[in-house]
């Protein structure tokens, strides 16, 4: 950890040289707005995702735009009882982590007795002068005819965040002060799946594109360039915007690697690539748009992830890459994820969250938990974890769980159905498949979350999807240690390091000290520096700009691309680097 960090905390696309094609501050924004809908009788319609900042948004436009009439979509809202009522089935009554998945819409929202009367309102209006701003979430849907559409995103970190700090509650419920964690499961199941699916409608025709993640410093651009900059991200190497969260088990590794302040307890997570969660920066000359990464995702689908894998998943991004920290911290909960039928049958999900460990980093005493021991009793063994939940003795993992030692570049692959947790004293790289919630906690060490209050567990959903059979000598010849050289060339050679046959992420590793060809295959590709301090991502027939990715870095090549290669550059250039590659297996 002795080194200086080189990590880009803030990785983008460029999209254009000029500042002025990004306009930033209300002021700004209403110019450019007020100059397209010049000499109009016009309504101009404000799409916002759930968690936009209203009041901010109707307060800066209405002082240039000057409408006749301002209509926000809130007040079509069905009541906050009507729509608990509606939700419920789907929320998982008092569960605190898990809903089901499903096919609410917006309009499922809206109240068809208020949209009818806003419309007449706006028709009426509509017939005499002036401007009619029509704003907030659901706007598109009650306006019917609009003659400037901007659409108002926001990412889902900084939904999270104010979450939180107890900001925004839910569309259209009356909960602001409730549980951040509850506002977070009604978001992730429902509000957010609803708003998706206007989006991607909405996507290929907005005329601009309001950034409100900032408040106070709103970013516009036009619809035909933020279109352009995803066209451009879907045909070259890139990287999404990370971000950091604490947690009770978290280390200080990614504080001196990836040169974090040190204004939280710890660093837990980071996400490196969850595009469903990250944003995208897109450039304008020093200014700088960000914009969920699912966006790309919505609008380039065959390009990105390629023929085969969107005709499997659609539009989902189905790899994820991020970090899990535990050096001078402590052990992560012992936990069990779903099995695919299991996944399917509960919360309406349609592949689960296999996964692996890639260790970046160990100290000496790092380990990790892995499947069940010889002769492990079940009945003991589940009557014992209820009991700790309870109050009662420490649940002793050791007399029932594998533990195996962890050194730096070890890769465990975690099947769902496998008890698992990474140990204290480890930097892991998880490598897994999306669906990154339906974690089932069977012991976290009695300890309680950072907000004092215990973290949820799910020892029943656990019991249901342990797999027994996976002992020591099937974990050490199905989990541990499965790499087998593949290929080799002029300074580099090549590794399949998983992952297991049950999985659809496979994985490769290439160690090398010259350039290494690569191929996408028709699939997309995302691949981590884990050792090198430097390295260049090039096409071989320049199709796109080198993208500079530097060490523990996380980047994502589309299946457009083809080939590409990687060499070490700066201060790497006569040193051997690593990169591990994840990718689906389309072929058998």
Not at 27 to 35: E, F, G, H, I, N
Not at 38 to 56: I, N, Q, T
């Amino acid at each position: 950890m002795a080194r200086r960090s080189n990590y880009d905390k803030f990785p983008f696309v460029q999209v254009s040289e000029r500042e002025e094609d990004c306009q930033v501050g209300w002021a700004a924004v209403t110019r450019q707005l007020d100059a397209a809908l010049s000499g109009k009788r016009s309504v101009l319609c404000v799409e916002c995702y759930p968690g936009a900042s209203l009041d901010e948004m109707e307060s800066g436009l209405v002082s240039h735009i000057k409408p006749r009439l301002v209509v926000r979509a809130e007040s079509c809202l069905k009541s906050p009882q009507e729509l608990d009522a509606m939700l419920a089935p789907y929320l998982g009554g008092d569960d605190p982590v898990f809903g089901r998945m499903n096919g609410v819409m917006l309009q499922d929202f809206l109240d068809p007795r208020k949209v009818a009367g806003t419309r007449k309102l706006i028709r009426e209006s509509a017939a005499g002068d002036g401007r009619i701003l029509v704003l907030g979430t659901g706007a598109a849907i009650i306006s019917e005819r609009f003659d400037l559409l901007v659409y108002a995103d926001l990412a889902r970190w900084e939904l999270t965040l104010r979450q939180r700090r107890g900001e925004i509650g839910n569309l259209g419920a009356d909960n602001l002060s409730e549980l951040a964690n509850l506002k977070y499961k009604r978001a992730f199941f429902v509000d957010w799946r609803a708003a998706d699916r206007l989006k991607k409608e909405l996507l290929p025709r907005i005329d601009y594109l309001l950034d409100t993640n900032v408040r106070g410093t709103p970013r516009l651009i036009s619809g035909d360039l933020f279109r352009s900059g995803l066209a451009k991200a879907s045909t070259q190497p890139f990287r999404v915007l990370p971000y950091f969260d604490p947690g009770v088990w978290g280390g200080h590794w990614m504080e001196e690697v990836c040169d974090l302040p040190k204004d939280q307890p710890n660093h837990a997570w980071c996400f490196d690539c969850v595009p469903e969660e990250n944003s995208l920066l897109l450039g304008f000359g020093l200014r700088r748009v960000e914009i969920p990464s699912i966006d790309l995702v919505y609008s380039h689908p065959r390009e990105l992830l390629g023929d085969a894998v969107h005709g499997r998943f659609g539009t989902e991004f189905p790899i994820r890459f991020d970090f899990l920290d535990t050096m001078g911290g402590g052990n992560l909960s012992l936990q069990v994820h779903p099995l695919t039928e299991y996944i399917q049958d509960k919360f309406g999900m349609n592949y689960t969250q296999d996964e692996s460990y890639y260790l970046l980093d160990a100290g000496e005493d790092g380990t990790v938990y892995l499947g069940l021991l010889d002769g492990v009793d079940r009945v003991a063994m589940f009557r014992e974890l209820r009991e700790a939940q309870e109050g009662g003795a420490p649940f002793a993992a050791e007399k029932y769980v594998g533990r195996y030692p962890a050194k730096k570049h070890d890769h465990f692959l975690i099947p769902a159905g496998t008890i698992h947790c990474s140990g204290k004293n480890s930097m892991v790289l998880e490598i897994s498949a999306t669906p990154y919630i339906f974690t089932f906690k069977l012991w976290d060490w009695g300890r309680e979350g950072l907000d004092g209050r215990p973290r949820p567990i799910h020892i029943d959903h656990g019991e249901a999807n342990v797999q027994w059979e996976r002992t020591p000598e099937w974990v050490k010849r199905n989990l541990i240690g499965q790499v087998k050289q593949v290929a080799e060339g002029p300074g580099w050679r090549e590794e399949r390091t998983g992952l297991h046959e049950r999985e659809f992420i496979e994985t490769r590793r290439h160690w090398f000290r010259d350039v290494v060809p690569h191929e996408t295959g028709g699939g997309v590709n995302v691949l981590n520096l884990v050792q090198g301090e430097e390295v260049v991502v090039e096409s071989p027939g320049g199709k796109f700009t080198p993208l500079i990715v530097h060490y523990a870095e996380t980047f994502i090549v589309p299946a457009a691309v083809g080939s590409y290669t990687i060499r070490p550059h700066g201060s790497s250039v006569g040193m051997e680097c690593a990169t591990i590659k994840a990718f689906v297996r389309t072929k058998p």
